[in-house]
């Protein structure tokens, strides 16, 4: 685990259920119920921890155990809010509602700077990435208005910059090779055939891979921040080596004890 990223692990126990409570969802394959934004789901308990959280996916609540706040609950919680939770102080509830989501779109952005910072081939961006890093993190500090304040899509436009380069100087030294099509950006490649292939420095950025077939693949410094992994086999894929991959992509996915993942990411339970 990357020192940047330590904070960014989310840590159930000492938030307040904000996922839970603050995001809507629509009943589907992911979700058995409806349920609007600010209203605390059915499970949810009196000490914001779930009711059938060993059962999720029996239960028909698998976008539950596939979803990562990249620490956002526990810093709103604990940080944010001086550990008050909403519960306790109902006034605060729809602003701390509205906080949330904010720092949870900057947290996922400060994953993906302190792993490019992290990288070598970066070496003549640091400078850069250090400033943003830096910029993203005062953001997430602010008080409640100005946290809701925040520019996301403006701020994440700057800082998609930084990581294109970290992208290219990463896949470059690979990427050029002839006879070999690694451009995949944006592409639709639902229940696409890959198995092993040797997508070693590919572009998926924002690709759809759902149900796409990646068994036995090689990955090694491919780009896949953004790709949509729901349902996409990855067991005996090799993705020790890509980059921009996070936790909330693997539990989407499906994999095997063969799968190798990057040292930041777990394996899991329901994979097994």
Known sequence: MLAGQTNLLADCSSCFGLCCVALPFSKSSDFATNKNAGDPCKNLQQDFRCGIHTGLRKKGFTGCTVYDCFGAGQKVSQQTYDGISWHDAPETASDMFETFPVVRQLHELLWYLAEARSLKQTHSIRKELDAALAETESLTNGTPSQIQAVDV?????????????????????????????????????????????DLRGANFRGSYLIGADLRGCELDRADLIGADLRGTDI????????????????NAAVGDSATTLPDSLTRPGHWA
């Open 153 to 197: 899509s403006a701020h994440r436009a700057t800082v998609n910059t930084l990581l294109l380069q970290t992208s290219n100087l990463v896949r470059s030294p690979i990427s050029g090779k002839k006879g070999r099509k690694l451009d995949h950006r944006g592409a639709d490649l639902i229940g696409a055939k890959f198995r092993g292939s």
């Open 235 to 250: 067991r005996g894929a090799k993705l020790r080596g890509s980059i921009f991959l996070t936790q909330f992509q693997i």
